[in-house]
């Protein structure tokens, strides 16, 4: 089957500054992609190129086989786009926005599910100007998934929403998903990477870092375990920078902090056991997806790009 | 999913037209200074007497009867430099057509809506300003009217296009507020709102005939004495539309 979207070599500059140096990714037929990056590492820029909003200077681009600069009419129906910064008019009300939007498709899907879905119903008759950001948003979600598209690209899905609203997004983006429809995810926040994204492309300056599952992008990070505990009597550092799975020892207050590969735990405990240190409060973490993000990109993963 | 059935649905440009008319009667603008306020101007200049005078150089046609082509024209200008651009301009600036660039329908028919809103907003205006001073005030319809109608055309084609390359020019909303606003007075002046056109001293006069409504008061002043209006106010307001219509799509921006 070929894939969902195809992007090769893209390379978009704006006047002195390159947004997109090189980026070559694949979106496969039925799958949550997910783009995540720092700020300005491209990645609306690459989104914006695929919907057909911006002309690339170099690279070659299909969604569904199509051209989106040449097929932008058979495109449109067929990609449903939420955008960073995209409005309506202030006092068109909810429930006709969505009832315009959906007869400019062939096939739409039924507005006054999403309005459900999206927790909508009781706005229904509020003018634009008058949602908050959060029911803004929502609105954006459902207009994008309107024509009931084969593919959708919801750039910063949940930026603006409160948790328990963002949880039942990514409710309703899974119900999407499960009903055949292939989502491309440009995102900042982790756990929604982490809970949603079958894969993730890592974009960092305008290339492509990485394309994975989000554990085999945490594992390929290579940071392994980190064990924190107190120990019952003082121990020396040494005793555990000389294990051969430990790659370093801090300390924090009373706590030492054990930094190492994943067998670092069997070690650390066992080399305790034979001194007859106890370790208290023993706590063991996993590294995360942002920890895996920091450690590919040497940036932290902050707000949405500003605009 | 379910698909909704087509009745419901209607067609897209029908319902963007519907859509774009409903935001604009909301927006208070062409209701209210487009329609409300010429209105009641009229109604109140009904009601002097000293304007049943007739008017030096009119051909016999009083102040108040010539009042009534101007009110037509002050509506066309109030849409064409405040409804309009501020509209579309607020469009563009809020991503509202760049929004639409990703749907099947395209930004060109929001534009094409908003025309079509404006100028149904005009039709309705120049019937009830006609009908209330007929019924009202007892003056007599234009006595050429298709020639009247051509005119009042051809005026709408000028003003809207002139509408439409104040969007197109301004950076924003608030400019192109600011421009319609300044284009507003001096348009209304050569229409004769404060002075009759035959009253102006001969320089603003001959400037007032080469002005889109100048041009479209003296076509109406034809057609209310019974003459198909003649050809150089009926071509300059034809002018004034293929131009700006063309340098408005010329420099026209969506985002």
Known sequence: MPPVIEVRNLHKRYDDKIAVDDVSLTVREGEIFGILGPNGAGKTTTVECVEGLRVPDRGEIRVLGLDPLHDRAELTRRLGVQLQAGHLPERLQVAEALQLYSSFYPRPADWRALLDGLGLADKAKTRYAKLSGGQKQRLSIALALIGGPRVAILDELTTGLDPQARRDTWDLIEGVRSRGTTIVLVTHFMEEAERLCDRLALIDAGRVVMVDTPAGLTERARIGQRIRFRPSRPVDDRLLTSLPDVSGVTRQGELVVVNGNDNALNAVTTVLARNQIVAEQLRVEQASLEDAFVRLTGRRPDGPDPR | ?255
Not at chain 2, 163 to 177: D, K, V
């Open chain 2, 1 to 255: 999913m379910s698909a909704l059935p087509t009745a419901e649905r209607g067609s897209a440009t029908w319902r963007l037209v519907k859509a774009e008319s409903t935001l604009c009667v909301r927006d208070k603008v062409a209701p209210l200074w487009g329609i409300g306020f010429p209105l009641v101007l009229l109604i109140v200049l009904g009601s002097v007497p000293d304007l049943r005078e007739p008017v030096e150089g009119s051909g016999g046609l009083t102040y108040f009867d010539l009042y009534v082509p101007v009110l037509v024209l002050f509506n066309l200008a109030i849409l064409a430099t405040a409804s309009l651009p501020t509209t579309l301009a607020g469009y563009r600036e809020n991503g509202v057509l760049r929004r639409m660039r990703t749907t099947p329908v395209g930004p060109a028919r929001v534009l094409a809506a908003q025309l079509v809103a404006n100028f149904a907003i005009a039709v309705v205006a120049m019937v009830l300003f006609l009908a209330v001073a007929g019924f009202g005030f007892g003056v007599d319809l234009p006595q050429h009217l298709p020639g009247f109608a051509l005119a009042w055309l051809l005026a709408a084609g000028a003003l809207l296009a002139i509408g439409l390359l104040i969007t197109a020019l301004a950076p924003g909303r608030g400019p192109a507020t600011a421009i319609g606003t300044v284009l507003f007075f001096p348009m209304m002046f050569f229409a004769g709102l404060w002075v009759p056109i035959s009253q102006m001293p001969p320089l603003l006069r001959d400037i007032a005939h080469y002005t889109p409504l100048g041009a479209g008061m003296g076509a109406f002043q034809d057609a209310y004495l019974g003459h198909f209006p003649s050809a150089v106010p009926l071509l300059t307001l034809a002018a004034y539309a293929v131009v700006c219509a063309f340098a408005a799509v010329r420099w026209f921006r969506w985002e």
